[in-house]
């Protein structure tokens, strides 16, 4: 009876263990990282320029964060009085896989006035996966922008980095409270 008992009680946890498979901390997907010279030669390909103020915004990044593990190409538009809106759109890319389509969206408040159009390139840290993307990132802006300047900052939620590296044409400086809310469609509600 005891040996009965003993059984069925292995037999249901098998059971159970069949129907939730257990994760294992190596069956987390990992990907390739992308070295310094690989995001330096990304980077002014997208840019179409070898401009010194590009390579010391990656040397920093780089140093403070390491190799990122994915890289988004896009361009974005925004503005503020005040209040502002950011859109986005580009292509996150894992190194050795195909590009996905991903736009991102967001407010700001703070003391931020101006406007801008600008190419983002945009470093990815520790993303375990595509769909871990979608959701709001939020940060602390402060950034001045002129026409010509490349500014960047860092977004972080739930262990994950981004640092967007922008270059365009506007005016918009100041510190603003924001966030970026990615989405695999567009979306034109910026919460």
Known sequence: MKHTFLRSIVLVSGLVLLGHPVRSADSTP????????????????????????????????????GHPVAII???????????????????????GAPASTVYWQGPSLGFDIGGNAVKTFILVYDLPNTQALFKRFPGVEGSLYFVGGFGVNYVQRDGIALAPVRFGVGWRQGVAVSYMNFSPKKRYNPF
């Open 30 to 65: 990992t990907h390739e990282t992308y070295s310094d010279d690989e995001v330096v030669k990304q980077a002014n390909d997208f840019f179409a320029t070898g401009a010194k103020d590009l390579a010391d915004v990656l040397a920093k990044v780089l140093k403070e964060k």
């Open 73 to 95: 190409k896009g361009e974005e538009a925004g503005g503020a009085i005040a209040v502002g809106v950011r859109y986005g759109h580009g292509e996150l890319v894992f190194k």
